[in-house]
Nanobody
Framework: QVQLVESGGGLVQPGGSLELSCAASGDILFNSIMGWFRQAPGKEREFVAAISRSAGGTYYADSVKGRFTISRDNVKNTVYLQMNSLKPEDTAVYFC?????????????????????WGQGTQVTVSS
């Protein structure tokens, strides 16, 4: 059974940093494009970032480009999201997801329907 478990969320002041982690069971992460999404209260889920299977390619939402960095460690079966210069509008539940179907990052990697597996999410709150 595939499991994705996020961690690292919490409360941080505006301008601060957090690093989220997503640990995957089995070898699912090694063979998947990995993505991060977020959902704020009362809003639809939105794409944040994606990383290719080999970590050779990344894709970011415009709202986080230059502030967030996605990375992966296929040996540790873990994908990370380093978040810097956090803003109150970054407050949301952050989810990691695995796309085990496609081989390359495309424009469709920002579509949640492209992902096969999802974690339960971790809360990030940016507030003073």
């Amino acid at each position: 059974q595939v499991q994705l478990v996020e961690s690292g969320g919490g409360l941080v002041q505006p301008g601060g940093s957090l690093e989220l982690s997503c640990a995957a069971s089995g070898d699912i992460l090694f063979n998947s494009i990995m993505g991060w999404f977020r959902q704020a209260p009362g809003k639809e889920r939105e794409f944040v970032a994606a990383i290719s299977r080999s970590a050779g390619g990344t894709y970011y939402a415009d709202s986080v480009k230059g502030r967030f960095t996605i990375s992966r460690d296929n040996v540790k079966n873990t994908v990370y999201l380093q978040m810097n210069s956090l803003k109150p509008e970054d407050t949301a539940v952050y989810f990691c997801a695995a796309d085990h179907t496609h081989y390359s990052i495309t424009w469709n990697s920002k579509n949640g329907a492209a992902y096969d597996y999802w974690g339960q999410g971790t809360q990030v709150t940016v507030s003073s």
